[in-house]
């Protein structure tokens, strides 16, 4: 089946440790996206990719570190520089016309215990 | 910077119609999107304007004016599986194809 798988589906992380969620998709999508999500937050925009080997900032992107070395793999590196990791986070893939929605995976809960 | 308001609650009945408004002041504007979200899933799309009017889908309908920078997504005859948050969301030519989203109305359909 075509779609947006992400894993770990839940995350438990120690303080001070990196945490790395996996992003993959089959759908030949070229953008792709990291939202975190936190309750009464709504969405916000981590990082963004328009293509391969190219990915740029969104609004909370400190903390956090991406790559993109395949089309279709988009991993969200979480650090331990970011002050409050506990979050949904949410990827999301689509085609580059404006006119296009983007699709979500599933999501990864991550708790920072 | 982008603003996107909605009303965070909203309670309906069964059966009924309601409207859900969305402002947004963004520097540029590619198109806006409506999402819902059940608690805990993904999001999952519902609707798109780029043009000013209604788009008409099934029980649920959005409308849009960019001069007034406003939006909203109506749905009718209301059931209880409805009850979710509605994401509206703005792709602005500063993000790429990105979108921004505002925090999402909650809506509670009671019988």
């Known amino acids: 089946d075509g779609g947006i798988t992400q894993s770990p589906k839940y995350l438990f992380r120690k303080e001070g440790q990196n945490v790395t969620l996996s992003c993959e998709q089959n759908l030949n999508h070229d953008a792709m996206y990291w939202y975190r999500q936190d309750p009464g937050q709504g969405l916000r925009l981590i990082y963004y990719?328009?293509?391969?080997?190219?990915?740029q900032k969104g609004d909370i992107a400190e903390g956090y570190s991406v790559s993109r070395e395949k089309k279709e793999s988009f991993p969200l590196t979480v650090t331990s520089a970011q002050k409050n990791p506990t979050a949904f986070y949410l990827c999301a893939s689509s085609i580059t016309n404006s006119g296009n929605t983007i699709y979500f995976g599933e999501g990864s809960w991550l708790t920072v215990v | 910077g982008q603003n996107i308001d909605q009303p965070t609650e909203m309670t309906a009945t069964e059966g009924a119609i309601v409207q859900i408004n969305c402002t947004y002041q963004t520097s540029g504007f590619n198109g806006l999107f409506w999402y819902q979200q059940h608690a805990g899933e993904a999001p999952t799309f519902l609707s798109y304007?780029?043009?000013?009017g209604l788009e008409e889908k099934g029980r649920f309908s959005s409308f849009l004016s960019r001069s007034k920078g406003y939006s909203y997504l109506l749905l009718k005859e209301l059931q209880m599986k409805d009850s979710a948050s509605y994401l509206c969301?703005?792709?602005?030519?500063?993000?790429?194809?990105?979108?921004?989203f505002g925090k999402g109305t909650t809506l509670s359909v009671s019988s």
């Open positions: 990719s328009q293509i391969v080997n190219d990915f």
């Open positions: 304007n780029v043009l000013d």
């Open positions: 969301a703005v792709r602005v030519n500063q993000a790429g194809t990105a979108l921004i």
